[in-house]
T-cell receptor, first 110, second 112 residues
């Protein structure tokens, strides 16, 4: 299930630090957004979602922020752990379809 | 509860052949979407089925088709395989198609 593109951006963080992964989405009509995590050899795994009528949503160790003005989505992971190492995708939903970003590879250094 | 399952997990075919992939959604989920994932293009939407009807379609040629059965299980077929069809094919299920999608592990298709 590798999803590494030719030029997949990589974020390297130290274990225990906070991580921020960013995503620019394309359609101002998008009404629903999801962050996924994909580990090698596996399908994408749902992390957290947010609807367009919200600015912020918190989960366990994760927070998603939505800025509709600049069409920007971010995923914050608190106290990053080695098990968080994976590729992270954002997905936007509009006109009954989901569109996925190319992903960011998170590398957690012990 | 059981997650989304896909069979087979790996498949090797030659150009010109056809292939059928299967997806069993989470119990109670009526929407099944199919995606193609490649290193160069990332995740691309193929189509979505809801209650046995194709509700949405991506920009793929007619060689890619699918169907959904009354138990929400779905199959995807690719005819006249080309080398460029080599990819990881993922299916995702959700209750309505407008809520969170759960992905299966994918079928890795290699076309020689």
């Amino acid at each position: 299930g590798e999803s590494v593109g030719l030029h997949l951006p990589t974020l390297s963080v130290q274990e225990g630090d906070n991580s921020i992964i960013n995503c620019a989405y394309s359609n101002s009509a998008s009404d629903y957004f999801i962050w996924y995590k994909q580990e090698s050899g596996k399908g994408p795994q749902f992390i957290i979602d947010i609807r367009s009528n919200m600015d912020k949503r918190q989960g366990q160790r994760v927070t998603v922020l939505l800025n509709k003005t600049v069409k920007h989505l971010s995923l914050q992971i608190a106290a990053t752990q080695p098990g968080d190492s994976a590729v992270y995708f954002c997905a936007e939903h509009n006109f009954n379809k989901f569109y996925f970003g190319s992903g960011t590879k998170l590398n957690v250094k012990p | 509860k059981a997650g989304v399952t896909q069979t087979p997990r790996y498949l090797i075919k030659t150009r010109g052949q056809q292939v059928t992939l299967s997806c069993s959604p989470i119990s109670g989920h009526r929407s099944v979407s199919w995606y193609q994932q490649t290193p160069g293009q990332g995740l691309q939407f193929l189509f979505e089925y809801f209650s046995e009807t194709q509700r949405n379609k991506g920009n793929f040629p007619g060689r890619f088709s699918g169907r959904q059965f009354s138990n929400s299980r779905s199959e995807m077929n690719v005819s006249t395989l080309e080398l460029g069809d080599s990819a990881l094919y993922l299916c995702a299920s959700s209750r309505t198609g407008l809520d969170e999608q759960f992905f299966g592990p994918g079928t890795r298709l290699t076309v020689l």
